[in-house]
């Protein structure tokens, strides 16, 4: 009896598992529905609180690698019978790469610009349409000059005065908006490399300067590809993760300079030399004064 | 087959794979140490490793994607290893997926937390059982070629594991 029980859950879950709801599975086995039912009930409760979709970026790059990993031993796309390598993957691929040169060709002249990631045209969104079009040299925002938003980053004293230097590069800034045009809004820094020792306590370093969408944001990211530290030789600090992020809302307003400070700070883990990044919220956030322009 | 087209063909079989388990093992590995951007890049990395020790794989009993699965399941176990001693972002940067909204954000945390607290207190084959199904999406037979268990001893372990999170999470019957 017990069995039978445990198959016909286990028949319904791979039904599940294939798409299937609930309801088709239970209406299936009446006899059962009331046993079952709670515990079909608790998969689908445990599915939607870990279920996430890798992002795009992420699979494209993993996929790149293994590639170039596949190449590398000798056995090129080619070689592989074609069952095993959908053609909409090869196109998707090419399509990818050339997209890629493409858009590092066309946008590279204008990195100050934000991209906004899925952030609908809307009349009532702080989009312009020169915003949204492909920006060209003449209408880039210089660091330093306009803008309604700056971004600097600081550091947090803690283990900082061990270094000689630490150097950061930060080659992405993602800031997530929740207002009307939600999505994310990202840029890449026009000083992409900061040394952490001269940035610390109430010194900071602008990165990037220029025009966000108004209103709120909830979180901010930093891609950091690089950290170089100096004691007395080179060594390596390692970050808990490529990218570093802070939960901390504000609000972008046109008629304000908003400033958003991120600190990092640096210290020593457990082992003597061995040192790590972390993003400081308490030292983070936001500080708006009136444009004079 | 000699061992050189055997090592091509599994080749193969592992690029084809890539596509309709990346996705699967990303999400295995993120119920495995709750870090999203982490766990996309173990995926990758299972696939790396993979193609690393082909020479190695061994057709017994374990299907090519079961064999997937053990290296994230290693992959994950060094993960986490690693980073007991150095537990460096605050909590209140570490956000649940679906966290578009504000709003959800808070929710969805409570429930992460509830649900995550409720896992953690089945035993680890009973977890690994519920996540190889449920996030993998492999069958019960697949599940017990990686745990070396018989089906019906899956079943059992798929059914007490729900019984057990059902009765800690508190849903009404």
Redesign the interface.
């Known amino acids: 009896m ?2 039978d ?3 016909i ?2 028949q319904c ?2 039904r599940i ?1 294939r798409g299937e709801s609930i309801t088709d599975c239970l209406s299936d086995y009446p006899n059962y529905a ?2 079952l ?3 079909l ?3 689908y ?11 795009d970026d ?2 494209r ?3 790149q ?3 170039a ?2 190449d590398k ?1 000798g ?1 090129s ?1 080619k ?3 074609f ?4 053609k909409p ?1 090869v196109w998707a691929t090419v399509a990818a790469v050339v997209m890629t040169i493409i858009g590092i060709l066309v946008i590279r002249p204008a990195l100050n610009q934000p991209t906004m990631v899925n952030i609908p045209k809307d009349d009532s969104a702080p989009i312009s349409p020169e915003e949204n079009s492909i920006p060209t040299p003449e209408n880039n925002i210089v660091p330093g000059s306009e803008g309604n938003f700056v971004f600097l980053i600081s550091d947090e004293p803690n283990d900082i005065g061990d270094f000689d230097s630490l150097n950061i590069t930060i080659s992405e800034v993602g800031l ?1 908006s ?1 207002g009307n045009s ?1 999505g994310w809004v990202e840029f890449t820094p026009e000083i992409m490399t900061v040394d952490l020792t001269q940035v610390q306590g109430e010194q900071s370093q602008e990165i990037w300067r220029g025009d966000v969408p108004e209103g709120p944001y ?2 901010v990211f930093i891609y950091v590809s690089e950290v170089k530290g100096i004691l007395e030789s080179t060594i390596e600090v ?1 970050l ?4 570093l ?5 504000f609000e972008v307003a046109d008629d304000l300079l908003t400033s958003f400070t991120f600190d990092i700070t640096v ?1 020593e ?2 082992n003597r030399g061995k040192y ?4 400081e ?1 308490s030292e983070s956030g936001v500080l708006q004064e009136r444009k004079t322009n | 087959m000699n061992s050189r087209n055997k090592i091509k063909e599994y080749e193969a079989r592992l690029a084809g794979l890539y596509e309709e388990y990346y996705d699967r093992i990303a999400r295995y590995v993120y119920v495995r140490i709750g870090n999203r951007w982490d766990a996309e890049d173990i995926a990758g990395e299972v696939f790396l490793k993979a193609l690393k020790s082909l020479n190695s794989y061994r057709e017994q009993g374990v299907p090519m994607q079961g064999w997937l699965f053990r290296i994230a399941h290693n992959l994950a176990v060094d993960y986490l290893r690693k980073n007991a001693k150095r537990r460096t972002v605050p909590i209140d940067s570490i956000v649940p997926p679906g966290n578009d909204d504000p709003a959800d954000s808070v929710s969805n945390k409570i429930e992460y937390k509830r649900v995550n607290q409720a896992m953690k207190q089945l035993t680890d084959e009973q977890r690994q059982v519920i996540n190889l199904r449920f996030f993998g999406g492999l069958s019960s037979k697949e599940v017990g070629g990686i745990l070396n268990k018989k089906d019906g001893a899956v079943r059992e372990m798929q059914r007490a594991a729900l019984e057990k999170l059902r009765g800690i999470m508190g849903m009404e019957s």
């Open positions: 017990v069995d029980f445990d198959k859950l286990d879950i791979d598992n009331k046993i039912r709670p515990l009930e608790s998969i409760g445990i599915q939607q609180v870990y279920s996430f979709t890798p992002s992420a699979k790059t993993a996929r690698k293994f590639y990993a596949l031993r056995v796309s070689k592989v019978p069952s095993f390598i959908p993957l997530q929740t939600q909830s979180q390692k808990p993760s490529s990218r992020h802070i939960s901390k809302p210290i883990s457990g790590i990044l972390k993003p919220i």
